[in-house]
T-cell receptor
Framework: QKEVEQDPGPLSVPEGAIVSLNCTYS??????FMWYRQYSRKGPELLMYTYSSGNKEDGRFTAQVDKSSKYISLFIRDSQPSDSATYLCAMSALGGSEKLVFGKGTKLTVNP | GAVVSQHPSRVICKSGTSVKIECRSL??????MFWYRQFPKQSLMLMATSNEGSKATYEQGVEKDKFLINHASLTLSTLTVTSAHPEDSSFYICSASEGAYEQYFGPGTRLTVT
C-alpha cells in the first residue's frame, strides 16, 4: 500500500460545478496537509495548508482533513475553466522543513 | 504567498556539458530547499534535500556526483547537472521552506540535452 493514494482521474466537470478531490494516507505520523495546483509546464502552486482535523476555507476552496479516517479532501465551488489543472495532495509529519509525500495528482478539466 | 524563483526557465545543452540551475527564495529565508524532477504526466520525484550550510541529503538512486547541490545562503540553492546526457532531460523544480511551515515551489526549469 502506498503512503498516499490519489485518484489520477482525469476528472471533467462543467463550469460552475462543485469539484471534490480526495486523498487517503496510511501513515498516522502525517500532521501537515497541503494541496497544490499545477498547470502544465509550471511549478506547483500552494493552494491550502492545514494542520488540524476539520475544515479550512479560502475563497472558493475548502480543505477538509479527517485524521481518524486518514482522509483529506479539497472542494472547489463554482469551478471555472481557469481551475483546469492537476491537483496534488501532499503531506508530512513535520511540516515544510521535511520532504513531502505527494499523491499522484488528479487532472481536472472544467468545461465552459 | 512566498515567492521562489528559478533560473533559467529553459535550457538546451549538448551532451557532455554541465548545466547550473539556480533557485532563490525572494521574500523569505529558506532554511531548507528541495530539488525535484518531473517527467511528463508524472508526479514530482524528490532528488535531494538541502539545508543552508550543510551537505545535501540525496534520495536513494540519485547520483550525488552527477547532481551537485549547493545551498550556500538562506536564499540561494543551485543544482548542477554534470556531464549531462539526453536521459537527464526533464523538468527540474525546486521548493523552499522557512521552517515547519509551508513549502513553496519555483516555476521549474526545463532541461533538454541534445
Amino acid at each position: 500500500q502506498k503512503e498516499v493514494e490519489q485518484d489520477p482521474g482525469p476528472l471533467s466537470v462543467p463550469e460552475g460545478a462543485i469539484v471534490s478531490l480526495n486523498c487517503t494516507y496510511s501513515n498516522s505520523a502525517f500532521q501537515y496537509f497541503m494541496w497544490y495546483r499545477q498547470y502544465s509546464r509550471k511549478g506547483p502552486e500552494l493552494l491550502m495548508y492545514t494542520y488540524s482535523s476539520g475544515n479550512k476555507e479560502d475563497g472558493r476552496f475548502t480543505a477538509q482533513v479527517d485524521k481518524s479516517s486518514k482522509y483529506i479532501s479539497l472542494f472547489i465551488r463554482d469551478s471555472q475553466p481557469s481551475d483546469s489543472a492537476t491537483y496534488l495532495c501532499a503531506m508530512s509529519a513535520l511540516g515544510g522543513s521535511e520532504k513531502l509525500v505527494f499523491g499522484k495528482g488528479t487532472k481536472l478539466t472544467v468545461n465552459p | 504567498g512566498a515567492v521562489v524563483s528559478q533560473h533559467p526557465s529553459r535550457v538546451i545543452c549538448k551532451s557532455g556539458t554541465s548545466v547550473k540551475i539556480e533557485c532563490r527564495s525572494l521574500d523569505f529565508q529558506a532554511t531548507t530547499m528541495f530539488w525535484y524532477r518531473q517527467f511528463p504526466k508524472q508526479s514530482l520525484m524528490l532528488m535531494a534535500t538541502s539545508n543552508e550550510g550543510s551537505k545535501a541529503t540525496y534520495e536513494q538512486g540519485v547520483e550525488k556526483d552527477k547532481f551537485l547541490i549547493n545551498h550556500a545562503s538562506l536564499t540561494l540553492s543551485t543544482l548542477t547537472v554534470t556531464s549531462a546526457h539526453p536521459e537527464d532531460s526533464s523538468f527540474y523544480i525546486c521548493s523552499a521552506s522557512e521552517g515547519a511551515y509551508e513549502q513553496y515551489f519555483g516555476p521549474g526549469t526545463r532541461l533538454t540535452v541534445t
